[in-house]
């Protein structure tokens, strides 16, 4: 890992947040070499802009089993209970993603994290929600910026809007509607979770969340990706999702 050139993207990612304006990412598109270089940028902002903050939440996904899933730490600041009013927000740019967030009921430890698999990790949730990613991006390049780069920038996350917790209880995923309203569209999703099963990336998740030994505690929470692809909004739109038999969650953009 080069110190210098992660502390280059985590500056340039300040800049851009500090000044409520995008940065280039084509000059430094070469900074960042593994994973590993952007979750270390991801701490140096999370040091800097909220330094001691615990994440109560998180963001995991991946477009399929054969990928490597990404994480990211969200912010206190930019998680918000359903309804919620946006409109005072500042974003580079709105796109919609519908998604199921899983919160923990019990501590986990590293120990634990290393033996989990994807058939007893969901034994771990007590309670699921709705909920709805507003993807934002702190490059001009937007969601086409360098994987890296991207995964930099919490995985180019803006804000995150939370329903109502209800208990967790085993699901036909494959069967699991949604629907999406933005603005006057609305459009329905079924079985599209591109994991199969949302508390399939635990295991991976936790076990990231946990390096160096850290306990994830109870009550964390983590939003399990996208049902709809990536949706375009605009400043001014209503957005609501609701999953049939989980619940809703609505934002004023």
Partial sequence: MDASSTQSVAQALLHAR??????????LAGSLREPQDAYEVQRLVREALAPGEL????KSGGPSRSAV???APLFAASTWPSPADARNSHFNSRLIEAEVALRLGSDVTAAQA??????????????MAVAIEIVDSRWTEGVDAPPLLKLADLQSHGALVVGEWRRFAARDWAMQSCVVRIAASSAEYRGTHP??????????WLKHATRGGAVVRAGTSVTTGTWCGMLPANRGDRV??????????????
């Avoid at 994807?118 to 007590?126: E, I, K, N």
């Avoid at 994991?195 to 991976?204: C, I, M, R, S, V």
């Fill in 114 to 127: 290393a033996r989990l698999t994807p058939g007893d990790a969901a034994a771990l949730v007590d309670a």
């Fill in 195 to 204: 994991l199969g099963d949302p508390t399939w990336l635990l295991p991976a």
């Fill in 55 to 58: 994440p109560a939440f998180w």
């Fill in 69 to 71: 899933l990404t994480h």
């Fill in 18 to 27: 500090r000044h409520r304006s995008p940065v280039d990412a084509a000059a």
């Fill in 240 to 253: 609501s999702v609701t999953f049939d038999g989980i619940g809703a969650a609505c934002v004023e953009l």
